[in-house]
């Protein structure tokens, strides 16, 4: 089975087996298997539970943007980590950048690229949930950008915020020439038909 395949079946069992119990801690919410299957993709416990969490009470993030986040993160975590996971400090609340805090006029963008940062390298307070309503609002309003694409955007720019911002206001075009109608061509005026009378001798 491919880990995409694993990973949809351990969210699908997990959503209802939070339905049912609720109330389970985090540390024996998931079997020791799904614990492995998670781990392989360098993801902790917590760090899943609070996707089931959020769909099961609120039905968004969807299941399919769940798994294009998780790939992402898998992804990073197996190049560019080499599947290891380190031993950094968590990524808190208070270590994250105010939520009004901006980066060339864009409130908020400063906060959501640290959030992304340390959901890539595996360091984000498991406490901390990447792409949370906030996170939501933020990438719909600035060229809908979807969560996954936003990491990708994040690992490639390698902590350039400058190049962050050209991909936010880029996407924020393209948004908006996909959302306005086109202009409907000018009407050509036709020059008028001279009739004229030949006179036959």
Do not use: C
């Not at 099961?56 to 943007?65: I, R």
């Not at 990524?91 to 890539?120: H, M, W």
């Amino acid at each position: 089975m491919e880990w995409n395949d694993s990973f949809m079946n351990l969210f699908r069992n997990a959503v209802e087996r939070y339905h049912e119990r609720p109330q389970t801690s985090i540390d024996r919410f998931f079997l020791p298997e799904e614990v492995k299957i998670l781990a392989d993709m360098g993801y902790q416990p917590a760090e899943m539970h609070a996707y089931v969490q959020e769909y099961a009470l609120k039905g968004d993030p969807s299941p399919s943007t769940i798994l294009l986040i998780a790939a992402a993160r898998r992804s990073f975590f197996l190049t560019q980590l080499r599947g290891i996971s380190g031993n950094a400090r968590p990524v808190r609340a208070i270590d994250l950048p105010a939520e009004t805090e901006d980066f060339q006029e864009i409130p908020y963008l400063p906060r959501i690229i640290s959030k992304a940062t340390a959901k890539l390298f595996g360091t984000l307070d498991p406490e901390i949930m990447y792409y949370d309503e906030k996170d939501r609002k933020f990438l719909r309003e600035h060229g809908n950008i979807h969560p996954a694409d936003f990491l990708y955007l994040t690992w490639n720019a390698h902590g350039d915020k400058q190049k962050m911002v050209s991909a936010v206001l880029n996407a924020i075009r393209t948004a908006q020439q996909q959302t306005t109608p086109p202009t409907p061509p000018a009407k050509q005026e036709t020059a008028p038909v001279i009739q004229r009378e030949f006179i036959l001798e």
